[in-house]
Each structure stands twice: as structure tokens, then as C-alpha cells.
């Protein structure tokens, strides 16, 4: 039986992550691969996935693009993006320890805020079949399947957008 910790939101920070943390964001998003998206693609795919989130891919990132961090108890936890040129969700992830507590809706949530406060009127993403029943109970539509192919190798993709 798996337990659930009840960790307080009055713990959690979310702010702009800085270059000093690519190592620590690095590391988070290959396990979130590694344990939650593994079953799901074979090794190749996996490596070529995690190999697009290297240190220095994230420090790139994060000088061109607003990259964010949620911290829980001074630790980081979860981060997610922006495509720097038009409001597209890009690398949402949560270290796997943190998992079903509620903190992927939490830093959702802010960054949804975030895109309305910048006068945006919809957002993109894409996601694997996995992940997009939470992007549905977060009011996403499905506009359409798309492969993306990265070093050679083909992804299949779920391309949806929601409307404010």
C-alpha cells in the first residue's frame, strides 16, 4: 500500500530557476523519464529524451526562456517552461518522489496564471497518450497526433491547447 504524504502548500516556493541549478534540474527530469516514461518508449528513446535535457541544454533554456522551479522544503522538486516565442508549455516535470501529492496541479496552476497575467488567450502543449489525461482535467483539448522526430527517431505526440 502506498502512503501519501501530506506535504503543506505553505512549504512550496515556485520562482524562476537560475543557472546555478541545471545540475539539480537535469537530475530531476532523467528520473522523471527513467521511472514514470520508460515503460513506455524503448531505450533508445529514452536516452535521445534524456540527452535533450542536459546541463547545458538547461542552461540555454533557462537564458532564453522562462523556466521555472517549485521548491518543497527548500528543495526542488518540479520545473516547467515556456517556448520562448508564442505561450506553448514546454518541459513540465516533477521529480518522481513528489508525485500524486497534488504538486504538479500547484505548479500548473501558477504557471496557467501567469500565461492569463501576460494577456495570453490560449496555450499548447504536447504530451504522450500517458500524461494527457491530466492535461484534459486541466480543461486541455486534443487538437491532434503528431510525430516528432528527435536524432532520427520518431515520438508519436499529442498536440492540445486550451483556451482562456
Not at 520562482?15 to 521511472?35: K, P, Y
Not at 534524456?50 to 540555454?60: A, L
Not at 515520438?155 to 482562456?164: D, G, H, K, L
Amino acid at each position: 500500500m502506498n502512503t501519501i504524504i501530506h506535504i503543506p502548500k505553505t512549504h512550496l516556493v515556485i520562482r524562476e530557476a537560475v543557472s546555478e541549478e541545471t545540475a539539480v534540474i537535469s537530475s530531476l527530469i532523467h528520473r522523471n523519464v527513467i521511472q514514470i516514461h520508460s515503460a513506455h518508449y524503448t531505450k533508445r528513446q529514452i536516452q535521445i529524451w534524456q540527452n535533450g535535457y542536459t546541463e547545458e541544454t538547461i542552461k540555454t533554456q533557462i537564458e532564453q526562456r522562462p523556466v521555472f522551479v517549485l521548491e518543497c522544503n527548500n528543495v526542488i522538486c518540479g520545473t516547467i517552461q515556456l517556448a520562448p516565442q508564442h505561450p506553448e508549455i514546454k518541459g513540465f516535470y516533477l521529480d518522481p518522489d513528489y508525485t500524486d501529492k497534488g504538486l504538479g496541479n500547484v505548479l500548473f496552476d501558477f504557471l496557467i496564471s501567469f500565461l492569463k497575467r501576460a494577456n495570453n488567450i490560449w496555450v499548447e502543449l504536447t504530451c504522450n497518450q500517458w500524461t494527457a489525461p491530466f492535461y484534459q482535467k486541466q480543461k486541455f483539448k486534443f487538437i491532434r497526433k503528431e510525430i516528432v522526430c528527435w536524432q532520427n527517431e520518431p515520438f508519436e505526440e499529442w498536440s492540445m491547447r486550451r483556451t482562456f
